[in-house]
């Protein structure tokens, strides 16, 4: 099973520490700082190791991918894909009639919420598992990724359903410190390093 690591919203303590770190595994980083302007982006970027740009998508400042030489872009549910991308492109579906439904070639979606989400309160999960597990493996037109209240104990269920891959951001950061977010990560990763 595949996993993304999406960064909060707001700049967490060691986060950028993190990232470095965790890149280093056999994860995908999605940056998603929704209120930050395109410098503060780059000022953050300018905090991670170049050698692992590739592993990284952008959900803002799209054109930063292009500059940096970053590895995807990361479209919102009403957005519409940029199909001259030449990067790794992924978008988020919250319901699985726009997930089939979508034109554009991507390369993953997410959907979401799968489980009450962590991050966000009142973000209630929509979804019943039978009909999911049905769509996942059946009837889906790349690969899906679940994200919303997905912790680490619910791995072995989302790939049981037929879940490609996890998104993981409020169970990751919620973890009190650096060390603490690199063992559960290299416990969900099996230690696989990509360095």
Known sequence: MKIVIITPETLVDQELETCNELLQHDV?????????SKDELTRYLDQIDPLHYKKISLHQHHSLVEELKLGGKHWKSDQIIDNQCLTIRSKSFHNWEDLVQETAAIDYGFLSPIYDSISKRGYTSGFDETKLKKWVTHSKPFPVYALGGVTFDKLEALQDLGFDGAALLGAFWNLSDIKLRLKTLKQITHGN???
Not at 28 to 36: A, D, E, Q
């Open 28 to 36: 995908r980083l999605h940056i998603r700082k929704p209120h930050g």
């Open 193 to 195: 390093s990509k360095r």
